[in-house]
Structure formats: structure tokens, C-alpha cells
């Protein structure tokens, strides 16, 4: 019998998990789970395969959520929303648009599900604004046990913030409640900038709604990005066809496939990464722009195409000297790296495995891209990325590549053995294990409740 391959959107893991689930409702992930416990398996769900790991891989059983894809109720009034796990943010933020409601905050895409984004921590930016979990008000989790668990601030209270970041380790999440917001546009200026001018003017910078910017390596330049929300406005003017035909060729002719052969030709000589780098800022990255529109088109852009990424969070008031090390390590080791490296900025929560826990976060990220999806080394630059990280207190995001296992992620969270506790409640046989949670999370362990 031919397996089911399930391949994550980078094209870099895959499994062929030995049985495959598509269930609807919560009441058949219940019984899914039941006979997974009587069967000894092991299971994991797969949102949409946007992690760029192994965290959704399985190669025994696998729940698909893709049918759980039901809106079950907008409130206006309390500017509300229940849905099925398996839902996207792109299907939600459409839906929310009729009732002129909106997600607060969003990361640079919506095509993962809502589940798959609340499980590693999916942030934006903006320092008044959380990690996306933050707006969730209630969960329903089918647990290790087969147990079906409300949990909100009037229900199970106590595990609310264990579940806002559960690394698909903690159970089967089918339905949420999230608190979200009036529609609204982002006025957004974009615009070149040195790196030192850049940090000198950072904490003015990060008074506005929304502020992000990307370093550009080999360039040695930022493009600053900084938005503000205002009412919903007037839909933006048609384009006409010379219009249309100058930002196909900006956008796509050479931001996307003049690129991507140049980057595919720099895998046979990486030398060439310094002068494409130069060159795309040139084309891309040299011309202040303005634009508006609505919050979702304008939280999201184009990633472009497949690509290994490792991002972590430090104390924000690392920010500065964290970049200038990247910057001098990239030097001095005399790396060729693909740009953009991408710096945001988080509001600090008590979600327990959240890497902003109890502070307010700098995210970098750092990109390798596989140019057709060829796989480019990146080993020694990620990894030194990941000493300068580690060294200023950092925390890896829990969907992207890193190295840490748990040994050493435990000294990164206080809650850490609270959320061991948990984990060892909800799921004692270790149902929801991979090979990734048994890495980052370890096994669960039997503890002596008082
Ligand atoms: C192009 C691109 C851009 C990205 N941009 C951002 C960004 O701006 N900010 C950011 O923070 N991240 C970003 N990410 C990462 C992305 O948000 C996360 O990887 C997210 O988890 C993907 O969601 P998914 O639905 O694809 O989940 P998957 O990758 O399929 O699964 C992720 C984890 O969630 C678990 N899971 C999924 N659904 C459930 C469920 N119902 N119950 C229990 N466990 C579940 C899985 O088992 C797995 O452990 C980006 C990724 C890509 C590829």
C-alpha cells in the first residue's frame, strides 16, 4: 500500500505517517485519540506545513485538519470569533472583513491554520501588541487521555496560559474563541537607511503602531518599515496597464525570478552572493515608498520562495548590540549570506513557553533561501547566529530551525517544569510525541503532585 507523503512548504521534511485522520469535530478527534491510546501509537496534527522544521512531522499517526475548517460564530457586538482549529488566518481574516473585524496583529503571511500559528508562538510586530495567542480567550483541547478540556478564564483557568504555546505537545486544539478587533488600515512608509542611524533612532521608532526593518547584508543597509492604523478607508485606486505593467516587472520579473536565477547561480559559486545582494538592493531597496491599505495586505508581503529560517527572541534592550555582532560576525567569518535579516519587535506576555515570556522581545531572523529548491549550507552562519542569540539570553522560535535541545532550552523558562507538569497531566503516555518534541521537550516525566 502507497503511504500518504507529507511535506512541509519548504520541501525540507517530509513524512509518511503509517495512518492518516480527517476529522471534522471534536467529538471525532476524541475518538481518533481514544483508539490511538488503545493502539499504543503515537499521533501529531499537521496545520498547514509551514513550519520550517520537523515539529508536524509523524511517521506514525497523523491528524490532517484540513476538514476543520468551520467558522462557528462572529460577534460583532463583543468583536468575537469562534473557529475550528484547522481554519487559516486567511479564511478568518476574509470572514472577519464582512462583519468589519479584523486580527489585531499579523505575521508576514496568513496561510497557516490557526492552530499550527497559536502552537509555536506565531508573532508580528509592534511593541503594544502580543504574540498571536494573546487574543485566544478559550481553547478546546482533546487531551492525552481522550478527555475533551474547555479551558478560558471562567474554565480550567490555571492551564489558559499553558495552552496559548503548546507545541502541538500538549493535545489535540479543535475550536478557539479569539478576542479581536474593529477592521483597519495601515498607512505604511518604507524607506533606506543606515544601520547606525537606524539604532540611534530605535526607541523613537518603536512609538509607532507597527515598526520593523530589515538588515541587508553584503549591502550593509536597513529598508525601515513603519505603519499606522487608521479607520478603514476608500478601496485603492485601479491600476492601469502601464501601472500594472511597471510593478510585474519590479515585483516579479526582477524582485522574484531574476533573483531567484541569481541566487540559483550563486550555489555554484557563492561568491557571487555580495554583488546580487548589492544589486537587488539597488533594484528593490533604494526608493522611499508610502502606501495604504487594509491591515491584512499590508501585515503581509511576499516571502518569496523556499527557505531555511532560524529566528529567535532576545530582551529587546539587546536589540542593538545583538545586530551589530551579527553584522561583525558575518565579516569577520566572511560569510556569504542571503539578505533580508528580519528585526521585530513584541510585547512581553506570562504565556509560560512563549519566547517573549516575561518580556518585551526583539525577534531576528536570519534566511538561507533555496533558489528551486536546492539546498544551500548554512550550518556554520546559522549556527554561529545562534551563539550571538543564546549569549544575550535568547530564545529560539519554536517553528524554525534551531539548535538547543531541551536540556538547554530549560534554563531559557522560568515555567519550564510547570509546563513538564502539565504535559505529564494531560498527556502521560506521550501520545503526541515526534522526533522534534522528543529533542526540543524531551520525554514527559512522572511528577509527585502535592
Ligand atoms: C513563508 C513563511 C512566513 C512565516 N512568517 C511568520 C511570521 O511572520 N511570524 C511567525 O511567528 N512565524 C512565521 N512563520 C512560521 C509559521 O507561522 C509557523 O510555522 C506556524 O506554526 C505554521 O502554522 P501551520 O498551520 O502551518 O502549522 P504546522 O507547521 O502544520 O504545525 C505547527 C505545529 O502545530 C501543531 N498543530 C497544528 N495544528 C494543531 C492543532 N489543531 N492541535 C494541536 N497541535 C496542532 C503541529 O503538530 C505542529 O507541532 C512563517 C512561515 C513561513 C513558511
Not at 479551558?151 to 503548546?166: D, F
Request: charged residues 20%.
Amino acid at each position: 500500500m502507497n503511504k500518504k507523503c507529507f511535506i512541509n512548504w519548504s520541501g525540507q521534511y517530509q513524512c509518511q505517517p503509517t495512518s492518516v485522520h480527517y476529522p471534522a469535530s471534536t467529538e471525532e478527534i476524541r475518538d481518533i485519540v481514544c483508539q490511538a491510546i488503545q493502539r499504543k501509537t503515537k499521533i501529531r496534527v499537521f496545520g498547514s506545513g509551514h513550519s520550517p522544521s520537523d515539529i508536524a512531522m509523524s511517521d506514525r499517526d497523523l491528524i490532517c485538519s484540513d476538514r476543520l475548517n468551520q467558522i462557528l460564530k462572529i460577534d460583532s457586538d463583543s468583536q468575537t470569533v469562534v473557529a475550528q482549529a484547522g481554519v487559516t488566518i486567511k479564511k478568518l481574516s476574509q470572514n472577519l472583513a464582512k462583519h468589519g473585524l479584523a486580527w489585531p496583529n499579523l505575521g508576514s503571511i496568513s496561510d497557516q491554520t490557526i492552530g499550527g500559528a497559536i502552537a509555536t508562538a506565531t508573532h508580528g510586530t509592534g511593541l503594544n501588541y502580543g504574540i498571536l495567542s494573546t487574543i485566544i480567550q478559550e481553547i478546546t483541547l482533546v487531551t492525552g487521555l481522550g478527555e475533551i478540556l474547555k479551558i478560558s478564564l471562567n474554565e480550567n483557568s490555571e492551564l489558559l496560559n499553558v495552552v496559548r504555546c503548546h507545541i502541538g505537545s500538549l493535545g489535540v486544539v479543535t475550536e478557539l474563541k479569539l478576542q479581536v478587533t474593529q477592521e483597519f488600515d495601515l498607512e505604511v512608509r518604507e524607506k533606506p537607511e543606515t544601520l547606525e542611524n537606524v539604532l540611534e533612532k530605535l526607541p523613537e521608532s518603536l512609538q509607532a503602531d507597527h515598526y520593523r526593518f530589515w538588515y541587508l547584508p553584503h549591502a550593509d543597509r536597513v529598508w525601515e518599515w513603519s505603519a499606522t492604523r487608521k479607520p478603514p478607508g476608500e478601496t485603492a485606486l485601479r491600476q492601469n496597464f502601464c501601472q500594472r505593467f511597471q510593478s510585474w516587472y519590479q515585483e516579479k520579473l526582477i524582485g522574484y525570478y531574476t533573483f531567484e536565477f541569481l541566487l540559483y547561480l550563486a550555489t555554484y559559486n557563492p561568491g557571487l552572493i555580495a554583488s546580487i545582494n548589492r544589486w537587488y538592493v539597488q533594484q528593490m531597496f533604494s526608493k522611499s515608498k508610502q502606501s495604504r491599505g487594509n491591515s491584512v495586505s499590508q501585515f503581509n508581503f511576499n516571502c518569496l520562495f523556499k527557505q531555511q529560517v532560524n529566528e529567535w527572541a532576545i530582551p529587546i534592550e539587546h536589540t542593538s548590540e545583538a545586530i551589530f555582532k551579527i553584522r561583525q560576525m558575518i565579516q569577520e567569518k566572511n560569510y556569504q549570506v542571503h539578505l533580508p535579516i528580519e528585526v521585530r519587535f513584541v510585547k512581553g506576555d506570562d504565556i509560560w513557553l512563549s519566547p517573549c515570556q516575561g518580556r518585551d522581545s526583539c525577534y531576528i531572523g536570519v534566511i538561507t533561501y533555496m533558489p528551486y529548491g536546492k539546498l544551500v549550507d548554512c550550518q556554520g552562519y546559522f549556527k554561529d547566529y545562534e551563539k550571538i542569540m543564546a549569549n544575550l539570553d535568547g530564545r529560539p522560535h519554536w517553528a524554525k530551525r534551531f539548535g538547543p535541545d531541551a536540556e538547554k532550552l530549560e534554563k531559557s523558562y522560568p515555567y519550564w517544569n510547570d509546563f513538564q507538569k502539565v504535559r505529564y497531566r494531560l498527556d502521560p503516555d506521550n501520545l503526541f510525541s515526534n522526533s522534534y518534541s522528543d529533542r526540543v521537550l524531551g520525554k514527559p516525566q512522572k511528577f509527585v503532585f502535592s
